[in-house]
């Protein structure tokens, strides 16, 4: 591996702009490359934030080596990560790939065999894993502060009455739209990171807004080997907010109302640096009773530390930051859930 690793970017909408470009740019021993977008005003858009990138319509110039690139990050819409991370692992590339891994369990297991198979890196960004509460969380538990954990409340809802028309809300099969791909995917996956994998899952994937044809008001409740319940809710339509995440254990609770503040930060154009991923006293979760509570300090949030492990892994064959066998787990769930919904019953899983 060269000493600088160059990387291309596949996608330039939300993900690439705010979460996946600004993150690769300033990790040390990665090198922003390549952006590729076939839209001419993102095209402007990513030749002036970051003009030492080639700006490309399409990514056969990263597989065919005309772009010099050593890894591949996928942030295009859901249908295009399978063919995409394909056509990148065929190539010898180390391959990132935005949430969802892929459309079904079945796909992403083949993703795996492929790059295996090639001896390339292949990681999923579940950047959740570094938002500050999840973290606090994994202290909280290290630390036994709340007893034997018997249920875990996770949810993401925002207040969206008006649909939004892109492919994200599209129900064509191989899309992955709606909010159980989209939400559900960090949810699933921070609750089989902190309890085990699942052993049961039951869902009600609901369409509440007018002319809305995938899931945008979803219930999941996932049984996991630990014997931890979580409940999980994702919603476009929830006008007031409920905690972030609640965890009762037969010692203490934990509740934490508010989203982590790296995305919004991200968004605004911030960039990783002193004080990032902080979050202001006020916002922070309570540990206790009712009758015995205590302000919890949230840990520093830390997407940077993503694309930092996957410098490191390609730089000493160290652990990528999420193995993707844990995204196929994750998919199984999800699959699990839509069998559920569709037909009224609990799903076993094999364990």
Excluded: C
């Excluded at 596949?10 to 993900?15: D, E, S, T």
């Excluded at 916002?283 to 949230?298: F, I, S």
């Excluded at 199984?332 to 559920?340: C, H, L, P, R, W």
């Amino acid at each position: 591996m060269p000493e600088t690793v160059r990387v291309g970017l596949i996608g330039y909408g939300l993900a690439g702009v705010a979460f996946h470009a600004p993150l690769i740019a300033t990790t040390p021993g990665l090198q922003l490359a390549a952006i590729v977008t076939g839209n001419p005003e993102r095209q402007a858009t990513a030749a002036r934030d970051h003009p030492d990138a080639r700006i490309l319509a399409s990514a056969e110039p990263l597989f065919a080596g005309d772009a010099r690139v050593d890894a591949v990050v996928i942030a295009s819409p859901n249908r295009t990560h399978v063919p995409l991370a394909s056509a990148a692992i065929a190539a010898g590339l180390a391959t990132v790939i935005d949430k969802p891994m892929a459309a079904t369990a079945d796909e992403a297991r083949a993703l795996i065999a492929s790059a295996h198979a090639r001896g390339v890196l292949l990681t999923v960004f579940h950047n959740r894993r570094w938002d500050g509460d999840f973290l606090t969380l994994q202290r909280l538990l290290r630390d036994e502060a709340l007893g034997g954990v018997h249920r875990f409340e996770s949810r993401f809802e925002r207040w969206r009455p008006e649909p939004r028309r892109t492919w994200r809300e599209d129900g064509t099969p191989g899309e992955a739209g709606g909010l159980l791909y989209d939400l559900g995917s960090h949810l699933i996956d921070q609750a089989l990171v902190l309890f085990g994998p699942a052993t049961t899952v039951y869902a009600e994937l609901d369409r509440r807004r007018p002319g809305v044809v995938v899931d945008d008001d979803s219930f999941v409740a996932v049984t996991h080997t630990s014997g931890v319940r979580s409940h999980l809710w994702m919603s476009s339509v929830a006008a007031q907010g409920a905690p972030r995440m609640r965890v009762l254990g037969n010692k203490a609770a934990y509740t934490k109302y508010g989203l982590d503040v790296q995305e919004a930060a991200l968004r605004a154009g911030a960039r990783p640096g002193p004080g990032w991923g902080e979050e202001l006293p006020e916002h922070w979760g309570r540990l206790g009773t009712d009758d015995d509570q205590q302000t919890v300090a949230t840990e520093p949030g830390n997407y940077p530390e993503f694309y930092r492990r996957v410098e490191r892994a390609l730089r000493d064959g160290s652990a990528p930051p999420v193995l993707p066998e844990d995204a196929v787990r994750s998919l199984d769930v999800i699959e699990a859930a839509q069998k559920s919904s569709a037909e009224r019953r609990t799903i076993p899983l094999k364990v």
